[in-house]
């Protein structure tokens, strides 16, 4: 297969691709949720993997997309080794259909690359090959889950717009505060994402998770005009850490355990959230999304009780 093959002369790539894709008809709208955090290192990925295992078991016909298109590690965190990854459609060498994985409760799972800039850096036109790539994708899907990289990088925002639902996974540090209101600041006053789920992490308790919540939801409401929602925490459990160290997911791991029951009520409120009833909602319109909304780059933002 050659490197990227595109339409014939005198047609744009984006628009050809966009053609192609809406032949994607999925047989009911998809739920997109967005997972996506201010700074790294506060279980980003470990949400990603425990909810789409948690909706799986629940019987729900879930994606899991690495959406960390450069330093990717859900492969790495449930034992798995792929042959091919996003970096290699694009290349040419192979389908996305050749990429899937099945992950624990039947998840299937698209892998990106890791070590590689290039990927986090992506031009419209490697975005159209990506378009293409799914609209080849012929698989009964109810949900699709990204897991973002962390920050405000074009991607993670393209990400969260595209998405019907974007959780961000904040913790009690500060500085974890801080980076989710930078990022729900610039994802609301730059991007017109107006609704933001939020997911307390690590944490000792209830109490310790909604105040967590409430922590950010007393500045957002100050600054943006944004509806924040807490849809609960995942407590600091030691069964997680141990899952995590074996290569698996808590829940099919350690069901008993305090986080596996916090992650099937965290699934119980995402199957509950209204089933898209426009294009919105999606799988076409989310990877159409994804390249007819090409992002400039993005300053930082001021810090909470800096600037607003």
Request: proline share 5%; with cysteine.
């Amino acid at each position: 297969m050659s490197k990227l093959e595109l339409p014939g002369h005198g047609t744009s790539p984006v628009l050809d691709q966009a053609a192609g894709l809406r032949r994607l008809k999925p047989a009911q709208p998809v739920r997109v949720i967005a997972v996506t955090s201010g700074k790294g290192g506060v279980g980003k990925t470990s949400v990603s993997v425990n909810l789409a295992v948690s909706m799986a078991l629940a019987g729900r016909q879930v994606m899991l997309l690495d959406g960390d298109l450069g330093l990717a590690n859900i492969d790495v965190m449930l034992g798995l080794q792929p042959s091919y990854n996003l970096a290699h459609v694009l290349e040419g060498k192979c389908r996305l259909e050749d990429t899937l994985m099945i992950g624990p409760a039947g998840v299937m799972i698209v892998p990106a690359s890791s070590g590689k800039r290039h990927m986090a850096e992506l031009s419209a036109v490697e975005h159209a090959g990506l378009v293409r790539a799914f609209s080849e994708l012929d698989r009964p899907l109810d949900v699709l889950i990204i897991d973002t990289a962390a920050g405000i990088a074009d991607s993670v925002i393209t990400f969260s717009q595209a998405s019907q639902e974007v959780i961000v996974v904040v913790t009690g540090d500060p500085t974890s505060l801080t980076d989710a209101y930078a990022l729900i600041k610039v994802l609301n006053r730059d991007h017109g994402v107006e609704r933001v789920q939020v997911l307390a992490n690590m944490v000792r308790d209830a109490g310790e998770a909604q105040s967590v919540y409430e922590s950010l939801r007393r500045v957002a409401e100050r600054f943006l005009d944004i509806t924040l929602s807490f849809i609960g925490g995942i407590p600091n459990d030691d069964w997680l850490k141990r899952a995590v160290r074996r290569q698996r997911t808590v829940v099919e791991a350690y069901p008993n355990c305090p986080a596996s029951e916090a992650f099937r009520q965290l699934a119980r409120k995402a199957d509950s959230w209204g089933m898209p009833t426009g294009a919105r909602g999606n799988l076409e319109f989310f990877v159409e999304r994804l390249v007819h909304s090409p992002l400039p780059r993005l300053a930082t933002p001021a810090l909470v009780g800096v600037a607003s």
